[in-house]
C-alpha cells in the first residue's frame, strides 16, 4: 500500500501562486493514477486534477488553465501548481492514489490527509 503526504498548503492572496507536493512511501508510484481533490467548508469534496502513469492529465473545469498536475516518479511525488489563485479556491486539498489508469469519475483507492490552502481577496 502506497502512504501520501501533503505538503505546500498556505495562505496566499487573490491572484497568486502555490505548489502543493504529495510525496509517496511505502511502494513507487509506478502503476498508479494520482489526483488532487478538495473540500471548502460545509461543502462536498471535488475533484481538481488527475495524472495517470502514461501521463494523461486530467482537470475539473473551474481550474482548466490555472492548475497544472505532474509527477515525478523518481521522487515518487505529485505536484499541483496553483496560478492564478481565487478565494473560491480556498479548501483542504487531497492527494489521491489509484492503481491502474485513470478517467473522469473513476474512484481512487489511497488518500492523504490533506493540506489547507486558503485565499484571501
Known amino acids: 500500500q502506497v502512504d501520501l503526504v501533503e505538503s505546500g498548503g498556505g495562505l496566499v492572496q487573490a491572484g497568486g501562486s502555490l505548489r502543493l507536493s504529495c510525496a509517496a512511501s511505502?511502494?513507487?508510484?509506478?502503476?498508479?493514477?494520482m489526483g488532487w481533490f478538495r473540500q471548502a467548508p460545509g461543502k462536498e469534496r471535488q475533484f481538481v486534477a488527475a495524472?495517470?502513469?502514461?501521463?494523461?492529465?486530467y482537470y475539473a473545469d473551474s481550474v482548466k488553465g490555472r492548475f497544472t498536475i505532474s509527477r515525478d516518479n523518481v521522487k515518487n511525488t505529485v505536484y499541483l501548481q496553483m496560478d492564478s489563485l481565487k478565494p473560491e479556491d480556498t479548501a483542504v486539498y487531497y492527494c489521491?492514489?489509484?492503481?491502474?489508469?485513470?478517467?473522469?469519475?473513476?474512484?481512487?483507492?489511497?488518500w492523504g490527509k490533506g493540506t489547507l490552502v486558503t485565499i484571501s481577496s
Open positions: 489521491a492514489a489509484r492503481l491502474g489508469n485513470y478517467d473522469y469519475g473513476y474512484d481512487m483507492h489511497t
Open positions: 511505502g511502494r513507487t508510484l509506478s502503476g498508479y493514477s
Open positions: 495524472i495517470s502513469w502514461i501521463l494523461n492529465t
